[in-house]
């Protein structure tokens, strides 16, 4: 048993106000490649993949550019052109991570190869699995997931994890009847007992459309209240099953596995047009960008070419990576984006906080903590270096969503602290 107790649902969470403007209000727009990319070969903090081609080389959109030594990181071109040689990048994650860099041919010539389709049912987990891995999918929790019957019920996950971004909720409108076809697809191929497709009450109008989808289909339509950070998949599994995913366990713990609207529709491309992922989409918002809204662009654009697709109003003071509440500052213009980095916020203030005073001992971080974490007495061991008195203490519960910093107003980093001591505990 995790933490939290066995009550079915979970304690915590705020409620925070809708983004103004609505961003999900409007569909996806695409955008055009520029002249260079530099596609970064680490999306994250993993290690990054080995690059397969050489200067000189011509590219079509979705060649193979490189592919980690375990073969399960596979980076694609997402663009026609023409090799310039792999350089070092700083991505919002980390600094320093090699990347290729294409230099695109004209708008005429960028013609996406037909891929290879799979028609009629999909196939059964390991294969689809690997199918999505050469695709360079990044399915959650995948070698699991290829094993037979490890699936008892899927969640299709329409609501987004980080607040103000809409990335998924627009992708499952936009994509509303293939998407539940993939749905009714995968539901077989992993031969599940269960799908439920998540929306946030707050859209009626999809929730509605979906269920007009239903009938015949074996998936359920679920509208929830979206109490930051309910999409958070340990969260969705506690309120929709009453199992508590483990301190260091999946939702496949549960028999649930997760899998968010985005992730759907790169799994769809994959198996239905053979298409590789070497586009993503990303939500760009703050008072400084003129057009806020979602934007469909190439692997490998760095924030200031992000920023132009929407215009700025005002000069940018501090730009986001993720979430607001518990996302990345970004160091500059030049930084490369990966296509993990779903949200942009630019700021036309600098958004410091003041600067930390002492606990007050309100309990609000205590009571905000969807999992019932101390982040007080975790920040207090961070503080004074005991971090052999925090194992105790569940660090590693901690789900990274930045409520505590959030409500603290003695402006404490409080998520820092507890990530601190995660990091103590995992490594000691
Ligand atoms: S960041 Fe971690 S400790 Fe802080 S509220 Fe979220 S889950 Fe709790
Ligand atoms: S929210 Fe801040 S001030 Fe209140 S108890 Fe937690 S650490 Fe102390």
Not at 110 to 126: F, K, N, Y
Not at 355 to 375: K, N, S, T
């Amino acid at each position: 048993m995790g933490i939290c107790g066995k009550s079915r649902g979970w304690r915590g969470g705020v409620f925070l106000l809708p983004p103004r403007p609505d961003t999900a209000e409007h569909p996806v727009c695409s955008t055009r490649a520029p002249a260079r990319l530099h596609i970064p070969l680490a999306q994250d903090r993993e290690t990054a993949a080995t690059p397969l081609v050489e200067p000189g080389h011509t590219v079509k959109p979705g060649t193979l550019l490189a592919e980690s030594p375990d073969g399960n990181g596979r980076v694609h071109s997402p663009v026609a052109g023409v090799v310039r040689g792999v350089i070092h990048v700083d991505t919002p994650y980390r600094q320093h991570v090699p990347a290729v860099q294409v230099e695109s041919a004209p708008p005429g010539q960028q013609e996406v190869p037909a891929g290879v389709p799979h028609t009629g049912d999909w196939p059964a987990a390991a294969e689809l699995v690997s199918l999505a891995i050469a695709h360079g999918v990044i399915l959650p929790d995948a070698a699991a997931v290829a094993r037979a019957g490890a699936v008892n019920r899927i969640i299709v996950n329409g609501m987004d994890t980080a607040p103000r971004q809409t990335v998924n909720v627009r992708t499952l409108a936009d994509h509303v009847e293939p998407l539940m076809l993939a749905a009714a697809r995968l539901h077989a191929a992993l031969r599940a007992q269960r799908t439920d497709v998540v929306v946030s009450r707050t859209r009626p109008d999809l929730a509605a459309v979906l269920r007009g989808l239903c009938p015949g289909r074996p998936f359920r339509v679920r509208a929830m209240m979206n109490r930051y950070p309910q999409a958070h998949p340990h969260l969705l599994v506690a309120a929709l099953t009453g199992c508590e995913v483990p301190i260091h366990g999946s939702p496949l713990d549960c028999g649930a596995w997760v899998i968010d609207a985005v992730t759907l529709w790169n799994l769809y491309g994959a198996v239905a047009s053979g298409s590789p992922v070497a586009w993503h989409t990303i939500t760009l918002l703050g008072d400084a960008v003129l057009t806020p809204g979602n934007y469909r662009v190439p692997v490998g654009l760095t924030v200031r070419q992000v920023v132009e697709r929407a215009g700025l109003a005002a000069t940018p003071q501090r730009i986001v990576a993720g979430g607001w509440l518990n996302g990345v500052t970004v160091a500059g213009g030049n930084v490369v984006l990966t296509r993990t980095t779903r949200c942009l916020t630019v700021q036309s203030r600098s958004g410091r906080r003041p600067p930390p005073a002492a606990c007050i001992r309100c309990g609000a971080c205590l009571e905000a903590c969807p999992v019932g974490l101390d982040p007080r007495a975790l920040y207090d061991r961070a503080e004074q270096n005991r971090f052999d008195r925090a194992e105790r203490l569940h660090p590693r519960a901690c789900l990274d969503c930045g409520l505590c910093d959030y409500v603290c107003p003695s402006s404490l980093p409080l998520m820092r602290g507890v990530q601190w001591c995660c990091e103590h505990v995992r490594s000691g």
